[in-house]
Nanobody, 123 residues
Framework: QVQLVESGGGLVQAGGSLRLSCAAS????????MGWFRQAPGKEREFVAH????????YYADSVKGRFTISRDNAKKMVYLQMNSLKPEDTAVYYC????????????????WGQGTQVTVSS
């Protein structure tokens, strides 16, 4: 079992920055690949970013590439999402998740999810 708790969301103006955090507890975290997804009202949950267990490889959705950075601290069992140059279309609930296998951008590849944190970007 893994428990995930996201934090760091809030209201920010377009062009601003936020740093999301995901705290993990439970089984060994350092061997888990992790991902961030988001879901806007009326839309499906979509992939945002992924990081391998070692932190050596990262992947991003095209819509956030160059603006968002995923990172992790295995000693602290934390995953982060630094979001810069935020746009109104980034408004969504952001979730972190543990990947069990499969393609990194597929929703079905993840089996543990946090409760999400709301990010709202005003224009």
């Amino acid at each position: 079992q893994v428990q995930l708790v996201e934090s760091g969301g809030g209201l920010v103006q377009a062009g601003g920055s936020l740093r999301l955090s995901c705290a993990a507890s439970g089984r060994t975290f350092s061997l888990d690949d992790m991902g961030w997804f988001r879901q806007a009202p009326g839309k499906e949950r979509e992939f945002v970013a992924h990081i391998r267990w070692s932190g050596g490889s990262t992947y991003y959705a095209d819509s956030v590439k160059g603006r968002f950075t995923i990172s992790r601290d295995n000693a602290k069992k934390m995953v982060y999402l630094q979001m810069n140059s935020l746009k109104p279309e980034d408004t969504a609930v952001y979730y972190c998740a543990v990947r069990r296998g499969g393609y990194y951008s597929d929703y079905g590849s993840y089996d543990y999810w946090g409760q999400g944190t709301q990010v709202t970007v005003s224009s």
